[in-house]
């Protein structure tokens, strides 16, 4: 795609100097392939590795706000003086150079709107590592990214704006949805097999809001039913695509779904029963849902496609725990201006699905979904491998 866009900007220069109106005409058509170019570059299609793996970063909470001027948060004494946002910079740096992800997904509180003194630069500032990497990224809003100058509705359209993001401001196909950044995205298999043409794994980003607009419930927000239906309906399509032909499946795809504040469902563990740590707040469940359940964990269980979800927002909360047969799972915190406890290091979490190899030797749908975090330490260590969903032990 990038080679036709070039290739076409060369042929214009050769052609130039003909007339004024031959080049008023082939700036016209210059214009328009850039535009169209540009709208390629969006809907671009991602799809599985030549090795068989797709591989997904996730960054939560960078809380970014004006780079060298602004300070680290809870880190030990010693690391107090020397600690900026250029730290988080630096750590999403590392992380990419450690896993070359295919998609880098960044949860929310993306930036920190209370102390950034222009939210279209903190974005470009804290965007910029993934955008150099030439990596496609995408991104969801949380509850603080609109607390500067921009207001949620202004930080998502900046984001879609953004080179290399994926990111969208809404479905085009819905008229009316609650929130900014709701859209989902496909990842086809590897070019050449049987499922070149198809999304073998399906990925769902969604706005989980910042706080109740209801007088009588206090707290965060929650996802509404207008998302739900977008988010069924989406479903159930992608699963209905997936059972036809070429090569028609009898199970759905395996999904992941992307956002920011988790539901309450992930109360329902403790460590007997996940992996990572709960270390947020204090004689409460733990973490910090909307006060109230909108039913989004039931609407996942019943389309029946989605394995996992991933959230941040809970900062010193990392664990990844089964119900109902779908994970539930933080990031844990990325960014040094982001509260979090002094001595554990800030973390990322990266997630990797990986195909069968079928008899003919080549490769098939989603074998196993797998999980890992990296910590912002001296050797980038990884933590907490588990598996998170494989094809033949069903769940
Ligand atoms: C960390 O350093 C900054 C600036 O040097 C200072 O304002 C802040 O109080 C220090 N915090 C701690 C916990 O030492
Ligand atoms: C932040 O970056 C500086 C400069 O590279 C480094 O000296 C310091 O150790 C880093 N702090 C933390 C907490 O990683
Ligand atoms: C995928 O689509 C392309 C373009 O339409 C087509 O040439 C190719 O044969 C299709 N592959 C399969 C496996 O159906
Ligand atoms: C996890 O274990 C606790 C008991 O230690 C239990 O109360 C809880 O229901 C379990 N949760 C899940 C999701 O299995
Ligand atoms: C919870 O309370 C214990 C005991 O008072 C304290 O040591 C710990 O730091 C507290 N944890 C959090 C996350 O506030």
């Known amino acids: 795609m990038m080679i036709t866009c070039k290739r076409f900007v060369f042929e214009t220069k050769l052609k130039m100097g003909i007339d004024a109106l031959m080049v008023l005409v082939l700036l016209v058509s210059l214009f328009c392939l850039v535009a169209s170019c540009e709208e390629e570059q969006q809907n671009q299609k991602l799809r599985f590795d030549e090795n068989g793996e797709f591989k997904i ?16 948060l809870d880190v030990l004494p010693s690391q107090n003086a020397s600690c900026t946002d250029l730290n988080t910079t630096a750590f999403i740096h590392r992380m990419i150079l450690a896993e070359k992800p295919n998609l880098i997904v960044f949860t929310g509180d993306n930036i920190f709107g209370f102390d ?30 609109q607390e500067g100058s921009l207001s949620r509705e202004g930080v998502m359209k900046h984001i879609v704006g953004m080179k290399n993001t994926l990111s969208k401001l809404n479905p085009p196909e819905v008229h009316i949805i609650d929130g900014f950044g709701n859209y989902n995205l496909e990842v086809e298999g590897v070019e050449g097999t049987g499922f070149e043409n198809k999304s073998v794994l399906n990925l769902y980003f969604l706005d989980s809001g910042d706080y109740s607009k209801v007088l009588s419930i206090p707290g965060y927000d929650w996802i509404k039913p207008s ?6 309906r989406t479903s159930a399509k992608l699963q209905r695509e997936y059972k036809k ?25 403790d460590s007997s029963n996940f992996t990572g740590v709960k270390q947020e707040g204090n ?30 927002h809970d ?23 982001a509260y979090g406890k002094a001595g554990w290091s800030r973390r990322a979490r990266v997630v990797v699905a990986s195909l069968e190899k079928t008899e003919k030797d080549t490769w098939g749908d989603v074998k196993s979904i797998k999980t890992w975090k990296r910590l912002d330490d001296e050797h980038i260590t990884g933590i907490d491998g588990q ?4 094809k033949n032990s069903g769940g």
């Open 57 to 72: 970063l996730q960054v939560a909470d960078m809380h970014y706000a004006n780079g060298k001027t602004t300070l680290c």
């Open 116 to 145: 950034s003194a222009d939210s279209a630069k903190s974005m470009d500032a804290a965007f910029a590592p993934a955008i150099e990497s030439n990596i496609p990224w995408v991104a969801v809003l949380g509850n603080h990214d």
């Open 227 to 232: 998302q739900q239906l977008w988010f069924e």
């Open 245 to 269: 032909g070429p090569l028609p499946q009898k199970e759905p795809a395996p999904g992941l779904a992307y956002f920011h504040i988790p539901l309450p469902e992930y109360a329902a563990f």
């Open 283 to 312: 004689g409460t469940a733990g973490i910090s849902s909307a006060s109230v359940n909108s039913g989004f964990f039931t609407t996942l269980v019943s389309a029946g496609d989605v394995k996992a979800v991933f959230t941040g």
């Open 315 to 337: 900062h010193i909360n990392d664990f990844c725990g089964k119900l109902t047969g779908i994970n539930l799972c933080y990031a844990g915190g990325f960014g040094y201006h």
């Open 387 to 390: 598996v998170l969903w494989s």
